[in-house]
């Protein structure tokens, strides 16, 4: 039997994983400048596969280019935030609405494997992966609709989610100093979708937890 070979992770691979890992622990903050000097010799690359992983993190959300002024974390005001989430809420009810009660059972295989990566991700203190199992567990949410407009929706919106999502996740760390505050809150959703209870999780959504984030949002704002 052959055994498919495995390629190991490229220098810009590693180096937009290092990156983002910068970014998303908020060492890196909202609109900070990323030197290419200084990246070059604090990651041990040269710039060709720096600035790939630039162009990977474009690609995801994560930077944005400015003419002049060079590659800077994506710049988000408190009014960025407001209108991401809010538009946000509106998808996750809308996919209540149409999705619940599910009406094939495979359709909730995502939504299950994805808490537990989140489960996994909390354990290991791996707030990147968490992050990731996050969005996918939301667009696993919005798969229930079987609405491919929503569905689309949904993921363009991820790429700007991950900056405010991230912000969220080191926020509720502090006040609960753990992760696993976030998976018992994504265990309350999936339970209420595969009792059928619509009515119960449209409640949930609007107590998701993202009402403490946009409480402290001008504070996060500014120190982020």
Do not use: W
């Amino acid at each position: 039997m052959s055994v498919e070979k495995i390629d190991p992770p490229s220098v810009v691979d590693m180096t937009a994983a290092a990156l983002r890992r910068l970014i998303l622990s908020g060492e890196y903050r909202p609109g900070e400048r990323l030197v290419e000097e200084r990246l070059t010799e604090r990651l041990g690359v040269s710039r060709p596969p720096l600035r790939e992983a630039m162009r990977i993190l474009q690609q995801e959300g994560l930077v944005v280019t400015f003419p002049r002024r060079g590659a800077v974390v994506t710049p988000l005001t408190a009014e960025d935030v407001h209108e991401i989430y809010t538009l946000r809420f509106a998808l996750d009810r809308l996919a209540a609405e149409l999705g619940v009660p599910v009406r094939d059972s495979a359709l909730l295989v995502p939504l299950r494997t994805a808490l537990q990566g989140m489960r996994q991700a909390a354990q290991r203190g791996d707030l990147e992966r968490l992050l990731e199992e996050n969005i996918a567990f939301h667009l696993a949410m919005c798969g229930l609709a079987c609405h491919r407009r929503l569905l689309q929706a949904y993921r363009a919106l991820a790429l700007q989610l991950r900056l405010c999502m991230a912000m969220n996740l080191r926020l509720r760390e502090r006040l609960y100093g753990n992760l696993d505050e976030n998976v018992a809150r994504h265990e309350v959703l999936l339970d209420l979708v595969e009792r059928g209870d619509r009515d119960g999780l449209l409640r949930a959504i609007a107590a998701h937890g993202d009402r403490s984030f946009m409480e402290h949002l001008d504070e996060l704002i500014q120190v982020e």
